[in-house]
């Protein structure tokens, strides 16, 4: 079964330290997407990405943040200057179809900690 | 404001026993909600998913109900398995993007 994938399941970094987490969506899917958790709360949407342009982002997702797809399966978010409260699993979504309501599956996530 | 709750953070069923999951929403545009299963360190799960022309929807042991007049949702849980302990979400979405409740932790007890 096809699934979404995200390297590296674990991530630690310096605070002020650039980092990329990387995930492959599923292959057919069109609408990609980034979430994040902070332990113990609630998913959060952060952006969400159709035709190589963001489609929606929400308040977290400020000039810190960037993603990118460099090429046909990868997409990437990029935090430039990470601060302690970056801390958090991060979760890369795909969904496929020409409409946005179309479910959402997730990727296993990458934990990143901000020291 | 948009906001997604449900009604217990935590919910502790004996192994073969039913479970029920609720969920509140407040938007009352919402149209496309989604469970969604999560076991400790990993990613959300797709459970099942109801649109608002629905009340019911059912899978393999598990049902959602959606209640438009008081703007509520539940997932129930045939003969809960060990296997189904974890923290389930409902989901609604929102113009594409998930709106995610504070979830209930399923413990299953054997």
């Known amino acids: 079964e096809p699934e979404v994938t995200q390297t590296p399941s674990h991530q630690v970094t310096q605070m002020g330290q650039e980092v990329i987490l990387r995930c492959v969506p599923i292959?057919?899917?069109?609408?990609f997407y980034w979430y994040r958790q902070i332990l113990g709360q609630k998913v959060e949407f952060l952006v969400s990405?159709?035709?190589?342009?963001?489609?929606?982002k929400s308040e977290i997702f400020d000039d810190q943040f960037s993603v990118e797809r460099p090429d046909g399966s990868n997409f990437t978010l990029k935090i430039r200057s990470t601060k302690l409260e970056d801390s958090a699993m991060y979760f890369c979504?795909?969904?496929?179809?020409?409409?946005?309501?179309?479910?959402?599956?997730f990727g296993p996530g990458t934990r990143l900690l901000v020291l | 404001g948009e906001s997604v709750g449900l009604h217990l953070p935590t919910l502790s069923v004996q192994e073969g026993d039913n479970s029920i999951i609720n969920c509140a929403y407040s938007?009352?545009?919402?149209?496309?909600f989604i469970w969604y299963k999560q076991e400790s360190g990993k990613g959300p799960q797709f459970i099942i998913d109801?649109?608002?022309?629905?009340d019911k929807r059912q899978g393999q042991r598990v049902t959602v109900l959606l209640n438009k007049t008081v703007k509520h949702l539940s997932l129930q849980i045939a003969a809960t398995q060990p296997g189904d302990s974890a923290v389930y979400f409902c989901?609604?979405?929102?113009?594409?993007?998930?709106?995610f409740g504070q979830g209930t932790e399923l413990s299953v007890k054997p």
């Open positions: 979504a795909s969904s496929d179809g020409v409409r946005q309501q179309e479910t959402q599956y």
């Open positions: 292959s057919n899917h069109l609408y």
């Open positions: 989901a609604d979405l929102q113009g594409g993007k998930l709106i």
């Open positions: 990405f159709y035709n190589n342009e963001i489609s929606e």
């Open positions: 109801i649109r608002s022309n629905m």
């Open positions: 938007n009352s545009a919402s149209d496309y």
